[in-house]
């Protein structure tokens, strides 16, 4: 009963593919076993429409742009207020620390210090300029990973021109960090 049954199956679907041969072979569409749904024609006006409530899901879009509102703060006080990203870099005795900051939070963004156990394990001190240029390479590795590729860096005067601040701006450098912001662009309306 049941070879009875495959071979009545194996009929039918022979004799839909003999149907089907002939328009297969003089390269006409063939609509035996199936048949593909139709595509309305897309106008000119569908295309060129804008959405009246477009919203940004890149909210460092504008930033990168420059074309976002930079918190200028007050004129008197230091350090300025006008930037994205803000590094810091500070030193004590014992240990090395960089941070950056963003304009809207008091909160670091991304952090690397000597007191961390994978930098600290690679150096022989954690306090010497060969300390500073580590902390540069791996803040800027962060950084990359984070996509900040610009922020402002403005060192105290007088701590400048040492050895151990310029081992860190050469690194961070080094590692694709722009170390200064693009002004911004002012669009007229």
């Known amino acids: 009963m049941a070879l009875s049954q495959v071979s009545r199956s194996v009929r039918l679907l022979l004799g839909q593919i003999q149907r089907c041969r002939p328009a ?24 060129e429409a804008v959405n ?3 919203v940004n899901r890149n909210p460092r879009n504008l930033e990168q742009m420059a074309l976002d509102v930079k918190d200028r703060g007050w004129k008197t006080t230091w350090p300025h207020r006008e930037f994205y990203h803000r590094l810091m870099f500070s030193r004590s005795q014992h240990h ?10 008091p909160i670091p963004v991304l952090s690397c210090s000597t007191k961390e156990w994978a930098v600290k ?19 800027a590795q962060r950084c990359q990973q984070a996509g ?11 701590t400048y021109r040492s050895d151990s601040v310029q081992s860190f701006r050469a690194a961070m450098k080094a590692g694709g960090i722009i170390l200064s912001e693009p002004r911004r662009k002012y669009v007229g309306s």
């Open 148 to 158: 900040i590729t610009r922020m402002v860096y403005r060192a105290i005067p007088w």
């Open 96 to 105: 090395v620390t960089a941070q950056v900051f963003s304009s809207c939070s």
């Open 24 to 47: 297969l072979l003089s390269n006409q569409t063939a609509r035996c076993l199936s048949q593909a749904a139709s595509q309305p024609e897309p106008s000119a006006d569908e295309n």
């Open 52 to 54: 009246p409530t477009f």
């Open 121 to 139: 394990k690679e150096l022989a001190s954690t306090n010497c300029v060969a300390a500073c240029q580590a902390v540069g390479e791996v803040l």
